[in-house]
Structure formats: structure tokens, C-alpha cells
């Protein structure tokens, strides 16, 4: 009699830390903006390889706070293709039954982006295969910080403050806390990203850039989560 194999373990939540683009572009002797388009072409695979194999939530950290000090001309290319996704590509997700969030701050975008970030949510709020999450002028600790600010304006006594309250204020509070993060590039750190969904996530570092990414890579992925044993401090 031969023992049966357990089904695989699909996290519900995965998160990627893209990260590398700039160095590939430099490794194939491109401009920086073709290494960040290559890496949001291999975002689309990535993503749709994951929720074609059960993942309910991806996300995605895509343009940190820290990222307004590089070059204007970077900043002003990432901006447009972010726009791209808000708005040009938008259909696809749709018909892939796909819903958008955007988590971050809206302070400091460029003129309509942040009206084209509420019209994509909108537009795919009603989707419901899987979600992806774009973490886009984004922070940690400024997550944390402004859902703080929301209770204390909602004039709370200092004794109704839970870990359940903060969670309620954070961006896009549905977003659950996040299984496994994935970071490209051989950088290992989590570089101010979901750090209160990240409490008790596995972590897992790469050492191809993100623009390599395939399908294979998300299968390897979720094969290593299922040998995890995630004890939870117990």
C-alpha cells in the first residue's frame, strides 16, 4: 500500500520585493527604463502564473518612498509605466478576473495619477479570481505611522487600541498578512516593505533579477512554501 502525498500547501498570500531591474539593464548594456520594462513585462507572467495556480493574493512592491531620490528621468519613466498599468493595460486584468488595490500614500504623484488609481480599483473591484496588490509610493513604517494618525483621529481611548484596530486602518485593510516574500536580486532584506503583514511570513531570496522571473520560478516557488513548517512561535 503506498502512503498518499499531501496535496501542495498554496499560500494565500505571496509577496515579491522586485528588485534588480536597473542592475539587468546594465548587465545587457540598456538604459535603466528598458530594464523597468522588462521587469513589468515579467510582471504580468508572474502574477497570472501565481493566481492560475491557487494564490488569492499578489503583491507587489513596485516604487517605495525611498524611490523619489533617483534621477528624475527614472522617476518620470516609472511614473508612466505605472500609468500604464492604472490605465492602458487595465483590461487585461479584468478579463483575467483580477482586482487591483494600491497601497501608499497618494502624497506627492504626479497631476490624475491619483484619480487613475481610484478608477482602476473601481474598475476591477468587482473581480474576483485573485487580487493583486500594488505597493506604489509605499512605506512600512509610513503604513503604520498613518494608520496610527486615522485612530487617534477617530478618537480612540488609548485601552480600545488592539492589533486587530491597527489592522482595520491599514491600506487596503482586506489585504491579509502575507505568507511568503519573495525578493529578486540576491538583496536580502525586507527594505521597509509589508512590515506589519510580515510578522510571521517565510522568506525567501533569489539571485536572478526580476526581469528573469518566469512561470518556472513561481512553480519553484510554491514547491519550496509546501516543505515550509510554519510554527508561529508555537
Known amino acids: 500500500m503506498t502512503l498518499q502525498e499531501e496535496p501542495p500547501v498554496v499560500p494565500t498570500h505571496l509577496g515579491f520585493i522586485v528588485d534588480g531591474n536597473r542592475?539587468?539593464?546594465?548587465?545587457?548594456?540598456?538604459?535603466a527604463y528598458e530594464g523597468h520594462l522588462a521587469g513589468y513585462n515579467a510582471l504580468w507572467d508572474v502574477v497570472l502564473a501565481a493566481i492560475d495556480a491557487g494564490v488569492r493574493y499578489v503583491s507587489l512592491y513596485t516604487f517605495s518612498t525611498e524611490n523619489w531620490k533617483r534621477a528624475e528621468s527614472e522617476v518620470n519613466n516609472l511614473m508612466k509605466l505605472m500609468m500604464r498599468l492604472f490605465k492602458t493595460d487595465l483590461g487585461r486584468l479584468i478579463d483575467e478576473d483580477i482586482r487591483l488595490v494600491v497601497l501608499g500614500s497618494r502624497e506627492g504623484l504626479p497631476a490624475g495619477m491619483s484619480e487613475a488609481i481610484d478608477k482602476s480599483m473601481i474598475a476591477t473591484a468587482h473581480c474576483?479570481?485573485?487580487?493583486?496588490?500594488?505597493?506604489?509610493?509605499?512605506?512600512?513604517?509610513?503604513?503604520?505611522?498613518?494608520?496610527?494618525?486615522?485612530?487617534?483621529?477617530?478618537?480612540?481611548?488609548?485601552?480600545?487600541?488592539?492589533?486587530?484596530?491597527?489592522?482595520?486602518?491599514?491600506?487596503?485593510?482586506?489585504?491579509?498578512?502575507?505568507?511568503i516574500i519573495v525578493r529578486t536580486s540576491g538583496e536580502m532584506r525586507l527594505s521597509n516593505?509589508?512590515?506589519?503583514?510580515?510578522?510571521?511570513?517565510?522568506?525567501?531570496?533569489?539571485?536572478?533579477?526580476?526581469?528573469?522571473?518566469?512561470?518556472?520560478?513561481?512553480?519553484?516557488?510554491?514547491?519550496?512554501?509546501?516543505?515550509?513548517?510554519?510554527?508561529?512561535?508555537?
Open 128 to 179: 474576483r479570481r485573485g487580487t493583486v496588490a500594488v505597493c506604489f509610493n509605499y512605506g512600512g513604517q509610513q503604513e503604520i505611522v498613518q494608520a496610527v494618525r486615522d485612530i487617534m483621529d477617530e478618537k480612540h481611548d488609548s485601552t480600545e487600541v488592539t492589533a486587530e484596530l491597527i489592522e482595520q486602518h491599514l491600506y487596503s485593510s482586506d489585504v491579509p498578512e502575507v505568507d
Open 23 to 31: 542592475r539587468w539593464a546594465q548587465s545587457h548594456g540598456l538604459p
Open 193 to 234: 516593505f509589508m512590515l506589519w503583514r510580515s510578522a510571521y511570513s517565510e522568506l525567501m531570496f533569489m539571485d536572478k533579477y526580476w526581469p528573469d522571473m518566469t512561470k518556472s520560478d513561481v512553480t519553484a516557488i510554491l514547491d519550496e512554501y509546501t516543505k515550509r513548517k510554519r510554527r508561529f512561535g508555537g
